[in-house]
């Protein structure tokens, strides 16, 4: 009989713990409107961010395929904008 009445007992606990855990959840998770305003202020969606992040993407792609097709150690170049001039390997 004790340990069903320990079994209760733990149970009702632990639905207390979830049930408190849920509810501070519902309160803490933002709104939609709170939601689309944290989306605006993002730095992804400006677009100055934006045009330097698709350059940054387009000169390490293009020194990838520069580095797929030459002998070259491209990785050790100074200034990767220019066609060469760093050490070989």
Known sequence: MGTVRKAL???TVLGAGAGVGSALFVL?????????A???EMPEQ???RRDEAARTKQLV????QEAATTQEN?????????????RSG
């Open 9 to 11: 007992i733990v149970g």
């Open 28 to 36: 803490v998770t933002p709104g939609e409107q709170q939601k689309q």
């Open 38 to 40: 944290m989306l605006k």
């Open 46 to 48: 400006d677009p100055r």
């Open 61 to 64: 792609f293009a020194t990838l």
């Open 74 to 86: 491209v990785a050790w170049r100074k200034n990767w904008n220019d066609g060469g001039g760093g």
